[in-house]
């Protein structure tokens, strides 16, 4: 009798254990590099067509106002693992940053509580990766063709086909191998769409019929904003937009900036890949010389800019020709991601694992497709301090449709803990998505701005630092370093950002209104920038 009485509750026990042990959804989180939300039919717009990525929405969520707390690829990255902003996780930028990898992360706290972990991809921190059971990684930006992987055991290994139908391949073997009766978190992380935008060779001839239409703020004389002045990443020129790497206009022996790295990259094709590459881009690069026979030299030797406003009929024109051509093969390496997106979401159907599995889709952060004259990605306007955010929700989590909530990536790590029954460490400094993403009500009790900072100069493109806060209707953004600019913007009246409202007395309250925020969360999150720049 004493027995069976002891037995029923240690049997009670187990099988909570067990039902909890259930709940725990696994997590396919799929990061891609510099994936924009314009080029997200999802999202509402009509450049091209990503029928899988729009599948995660449909039957899941998409979130409206979603942004980086620092875009770019490493610090954005570090964000995400650690949950907290740059200057709390140290790794600010790309050129100048090892991540400290003894830091305590999420995919750190996940395998301590049980969960397997994998990473394929890019990983771009510098330092090795901690927290992970399994671990394959692109060198650095890595490479769309062939490219190497660096092994857990320190050997690196080159892998053949395309870089992001390898990336799936490895994820999938993955799962095939992993422990089937553990949780998982999975993190897919994709090159593609970086630049320099190498297509599949498959999808060469992809979108070539069709001419993109350009932002109306194309020609953006960046009046009344001293550090998009000064920026160097402008489609029309030819010294920050390289008509051989970037627009692959190259016949033999042309030199340009960036010719010698655009050669390598397309010299790891096999032999007989690199002659239907170079069949068809030679089209491409006889039709740039019979437009504009006048312009190579200048092009090549990066010469080639025209100011907006100053630009001569011809710089104009070239300018429009690199556009359709940049558009074009983003579109081509954004095609070949969507398929594969929509490979992993068969692979978890035909297995069954979607009722409890949650799969992420976002990027690094958003980029320029065109708007104020732009590619690249560092600034704080729109665009680039966006990123997209769709998710196919495990049960229990019923919410579907868009969320409007403004929502940051530093909040991945403590979603993701939470859904894992992991305590979230009181040091992050994300929120977690559970609530919105059970559907409950968050009026007045959602965060109501979010904090920004980017320090990546003096470097590359040449966007100046800032930080900044965005409200739904506000943003407030200082740039520092070698000047001292505000720009305030009334993003529903100008939601192209062309008019820099700072000190108009028509904007005086909101203007203060906009400051106090600014000391409230640079205060909540420890920034103290603002106490460096008085010394
Ligand atoms: C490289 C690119 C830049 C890009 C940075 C950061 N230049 O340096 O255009 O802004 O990466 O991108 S390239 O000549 O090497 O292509 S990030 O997404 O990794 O942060
Ligand atoms: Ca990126």
């Known amino acids: 009798m004493t027995t069976r009485l002891a037995i029923i509750p240690l049997l009670t026990l187990a099988s909570q254990a067990m039902a909890q ?80 990898g003894s830091q305590q992360t999420m995919p750190k706290l996940l395998q301590a509580a049980g969960y397997q972990t994998a990473l394929i991809g890019k990983w771009h921190l510098v330092s090795q990766p901690t927290g992970f059971d399994h671990y394959e990684i692109l060198h650095g930006q890595g490479e769309y063709y062939n490219p190497s992987f660096l092994q857990m055991d320190g050997t690196t290994r080159q892998a053949s086909g395309y870089c992001t139908d390898v990336i799936t391949d490895k994820a999938i073997d993955w799962m095939e191998q992993r422990d089937k009766e553990k949780p998982f978190i999975l993190f897919v992380h994709h090159k593609a769409c970086h630049r320099d935008w190498l297509p599949d060779l498959k999808y060469l001839r992809e979108f070539e019929d069709q001419t993109f239409q350009k932002p109306s703020n194309f020609d953006d004389t960046w009046q009344g904003r001293i550090a998009a002045q000064q920026q160097e990443m402008t489609i029309a020129s030819a010294h920050d937009m390289d008509l051989v790497y970037d627009n692959k206009v190259y016949l033999p022996g042309d030199k340009s900036r960036l010719a010698g790295t655009y050669l390598a990259y397309v010299n790891r094709l096999k032999p007989e890949d690199r002659e239907r590459y170079w069949a ?77 599995t949650l799969v992420v889709y976002t990027s690094d952060q958003g980029f320029y497709m065109g708007e104020h004259g732009w590619f690249d990605k560092r600034f ?20 579907r449709g868009e969320i409007g909530e403004m929502v940051q990536n530093i909040d991945y790590a403590p979603t993701f803990l939470e859904m894992a029954g992991v305590k979230v460490p009181s040091d992050m400094q994300g929120e977690s998505l559970v609530p919105l993403l059970r559907g409950e009500k968050t009026i007045g009790r959602w965060r109501d701005a979010i904090y920004y900072h980017f320090y990546e100069y003096p470097a590359e493109h040449s966007a100046k630092r800032h930080y900044g806060v965005r409200t739904d209707r506000y943003k407030l953004m200082h740039f520092y370093n070698d000047i001292d600019a505000w720009e305030l913007y009334d993003l529903k009246e100008d939601p192209q950002e062309m008019h820099n409202v700072y000190g108009d007395p028509a904007y005086a309250k909101v203007q203060k209104m906009m400051h106090a925020k600014l000391k409230k969360l640079q205060k909540q999150y420890d920034d103290d920038i603002e106490e460096q720049l008085k010394k």
């Open 280 to 356: 068809f881009h030679d089209s491409i690069s006889c039709d740039f010389y019979r437009r504009f026979p006048e312009m190579r030299e200048r092009a090549l030797a990066g010469e080639l800019n025209g100011k907006p406003g100053e630009r001569t009929m011809e710089v104009a024109a070239v300018t429009d020709w690199k556009y359709q051509r940049y558009m074009r093969d983003y579109a081509k390496v954004t095609k070949s991601l969507d398929d594969n997106v929509g490979r992993l979401l068969d692979y978890l159907r035909q297995h069954d694992m979607l009722d409890n």
């Open 380 to 399: 704080m306007y729109e665009e680039s301090l966006n990123t997209p955010l769709v998710m196919l929700l495990p049960d229990g989590y019923k919410r």
């Open 21 to 100: 042990a259930e709940l725990r959804p696994n997590i396919v989180y799929i990061m891609t590099d510099d994936h924009t939300a314009q080029m997200m039919s999802c999202y509402g717009n009509s450049y091209m067509q990503t029928p899988n990525l729009d599948r995660i929405a449909q039957e899941g969520v998409l979130f409206r106002n979603s942004f980086v707390a620092n875009s770019l690829s490493g610090p954005s990255r570090a964000c995400m693992i650690t949950g907290k902003h740059s200057h709390k996780n140290g790794f600010t930028n790309n050129e100048h940053g090892v991540f400290d």
